[in-house]
């Protein structure tokens, strides 16, 4: 395993073991996503750029804009969930509502 692969994976993994084990806020749980998503993102875009197929360029972009799609609706529930429950803790939320 060459040192870029395995500092993606490293971030990536970094990133999932947080949204694992740090689930007190919404904000770090957005956070945690988003830096899997880059990571990703890199991941891809240097593969596709080492194997030097032309097929592959659109890929990364599509995930960019699917991680763009995921922050701003994340944002949008977090002010959301702000405005009707005072913070941000995912413990006082109750998904049983509606």
Do not use: K, Y
């Amino acid at each position: 395993m060459t040192p870029t692969n395995f500092a993606f994976s490293a971030a990536f993994m970094l990133g999932l073991t947080g949204l694992t084990f740090h689930r007190t806020h919404l904000l770090s749980a957005l956070l945690c996503l988003e830096g899997m998503m880059l990571a990703l993102f890199i991941a891809l875009s240097l593969w596709s750029l080492q194997l030097g197929a032309n097929q592959l360029l659109t890929t990364p972009l599509l995930l960019l804009a699917f991680s763009a799609c995921e922050a701003s609706a994340g944002l949008a529930l977090l002010v959301a969930t702000t405005r009707t429950h005072g913070s941000d803790r995912l413990q006082t939320l109750n998904l049983l509502q509606c």
